[in-house]
């Protein structure tokens, strides 16, 4: 077995990718036992042999969590005992006796009754079975015994495994169940490159349905961006002739006029907004989880990330220690812009803003799998690990990209200056309220995803491998196309209103649309799944809220950049006296 724990070289490809493997004949095939748990709860997963189950007489070896991915999934690979050998059949032996006591049969007993199935593997294959199944009025209870595999072979290469499960035995206490297996191998015409395609599923992925809200997604696209262009664009012209012909004016016809709009908070568009720590640690950390999202996307469209246990976990944590500097050059040179003084705490804050979010509710779910004996409790030197992934590496990269952008953009170049005494906001419609502004503005962009939301929630949440990453880069595209439309008609209209308010409210409101997701997390939950227990609502509700809370941060960032490039436009093109 491969004994290596380097989540920095798989990142980007796993070691079992790199040099897959190949076998002579006879060569010893190890088939390794990972988790067993209820089908319906995929993340309450148990150790195989936490269930009174034999192992093989076989001498046991040690499995090594190969990456940081692995150890956070859970994946607790443990020896099957069973004696594999590549090309040589083995008619159905048996390998091992349970001695059935109370103890045991209740055991057996609870997991049918929850519909307990396992995992385990065979050259980096996935295979699946389940424990038993009751009879019809659910009185007797039957374990299957029998663990028939037909393994395909194309060269010296393992391209498919199949399980088949027989010999159903009833459970009765006091008794000895022999389990048994038979190994069958068959040369077969699939391509090593192409063994997981099986584990696809492209009429799910690839339906009708989900084609059909890319193009209306990307038809709102254009016609969101066309109406705000062509709003824009006119309103805008008249907002410029009027200004230009107010000052031709002299000062007595300009104090008589009806003076409005965008051009008289001039003075105060460009103040630092409220809380500036935290609100550019939010706009640091937006671009980097953009950042992130758009290379993981591009990485897995290159490479088939699924095809290895914890991949796409460990390359996520490396792309997003490695763009540290991202959060910290924008978040730094924005609070240097709006004359923040406390840069160390600034960066402190931006660096450890999204880790601490995760990581306090990772640790909070932990000790609920830790009272569950869940495989899914993170390991002690997993926490060290990723502790010293963000003190040895988040924080200095950060360091860095900080004192960048302090000293490459930090100097504050507004078009207008800022007035000595903030200008008193008038009294205006409700609907123009900042709030109400928030509450809606997170409408549109959730309506341009949340189909895709569901098929990300079912590879997730259930047993689908999702692989399209060509539809997520489309639907992150159209996220962001439509977020900054969305605020920037929001911020023109506040503006508008001679609210100057305009930062705070452009991220919130773009940044709303995680209310939506996770209200949606709720529907999906509740008559989209049947999953149960305290464990797996927890983990559920605990990660979506992870989930929702860093794509709400990350349209926010988008949102307020969009919208400050708009700003700037507009105030650049007035004369200002």
């Known amino acids: 077995p491969r004994n290596k724990f380097s989540w920095l070289a798989v990142a980007v490809e796993s070691e079992a990718w790199m040099f897959p493997e190949r076998y002579q004949d006879k060569e010893e095939v190890v088939l390794w036992m990972n988790t067993v748990g209820p089908y319906h709860n995929r993340q309450e997963t148990y150790k195989y042999f936490s269930l009174p189950f034999c192992v093989g007489s076989k001498k046991s070896i040690s499995h090594y969590h190969e990456t940081l991915g692995e150890a956070l999934q859970g994946v607790e690979l443990e020896f099957s005992g069973l004696d594999i050998k590549f090309k040589d059949d083995v008619m159905q032996t048996t390998y091992c006796e349970i001695d059935l006591d109370k103890g045991r049969r209740d055991a057996f007993v609870y997991a049918i009754k929850n519909h307990y199935w396992y995992q385990m593997y065979i050259d ?25 595999l037909e393994i395909g072979y194309n060269g010296n290469r393992i391209v498919d495994v199949n399980l088949t499960s027989e010999g159903k035995v009833k459970l009765v206490p006091n008794t000895k169940i022999q389990m048994s297996y038979s190994v069958k191998w068959k040369k ?89 720590l935290i609100f550019s640690s939010l706009i640091g950390s937006g671009c980097q ?19 290895e246990r914890g991949s796409m976990l460990s390359t996520a944590i490396f792309v997003y220690a490695a763009t540290s500097p991202v ?42 799998a830790i009272y569950y004996h869940a495989s899914r409790a993170i390991p002690f030197g997993t926490m060290v690990a990723v502790c010293c992934i963000c003190f040895f590496v988040i924080l200095p990269l950060n360091l860095v990209g900080t004192i960048l952008g302090r000293n490459l953009s930090g100097q504050p170049n507004f078009p207008c200056r800022v007035n000595a005494v903030p200008r008193p906001i008038p009294e205006k419609k409700w609907f123009m309220e900042p709030a109400v502004i928030v509450c809606l503005g997170g409408i549109l962009p959730f309506g341009s995803i949340f189909i ?14 999702y692989y399209v990453y060509g ?27 001679e609210d100057y308010r305009w930062q705070w409210t452009s991220f919130l409101s773009a940044a709303s649309t995680a209310i939506y997701v996770y209200m949606y997390s709720f529907y999906y939950y509740f008559f989209k799944t049947k999953m149960y227990g305290l464990f797996q609502t927890s983990f559920y509700f605990g990660y979506m809220a992870v989930f929702s809370t860093a794509l709400g941060i990350m349209c926010g960032a988008i949102g307020y950049m969009g919208t400050s490039a708009f700003v700037r436009k507009i105030y650049t093109n007035v004369k200002i006296d």
Request: aromatic share 18%.
């Open 471 to 497: 539809f997520m880069m489309l639907v992150l595209v159209i996220l962001c196309i439509v977020t900054v439309c969305v605020t920037i008609v929001c911020t023109y209209f506040l503006l508008n209103a």
């Open 327 to 368: 959060n910290g050059y924008f978040g730094g040179s924005l609070y240097a812009r709006q004359g923040g003084r406390r840069w160390i705490k600034q960066m402190f804050i931006g660096a450890f803003l999204i880790p601490a979010m995760v990581c306090g509710t990772a640790f909070f779910i932990n000790f609920i």
């Open 188 to 276: 077969s015409d699939v391509k090593f490159e192409d063994r997981f395609d099986k584990y696809l599923d492209p009429s799910f992925f690839q339906h009708r349905i989900h084609w059909f809200s890319i193009f209306n997604s990307f038809m709102m696209v254009i016609f969101l961006v066309g109406l705000v262009s062509m709003i824009l664009m006119r309103t805008l012209r008249k907002d410029y002739a009027r200004y230009s012909k107010e000052e031709e004016m002299d000062d007595m016809d300009r104090d008589l006029g009806d003076e409005y709009g965008w051009k008289q908070v001039h003075g105060d568009v460009f103040r630092p907004s409220s809380h500036p």
């Open 289 to 307: 989880i953009f950042a992130v999202s758009l290379i993981v996307i591009v990485v897995a469209m290159i490479e088939d990330l699924y095809t």
């Open 124 to 148: 980096d294959l996935p295979i699946w079975g389940i424990v038993g199944e009751a009879d019809e009025n659910g009185e007797d209870y039957y374990l299957w015994t029998y663990k028939k």
């Open 452 to 465: 895709e939301m569901y098929f990300i929630f079912t590879s997730f949440w259930a047993y689908k491998i």
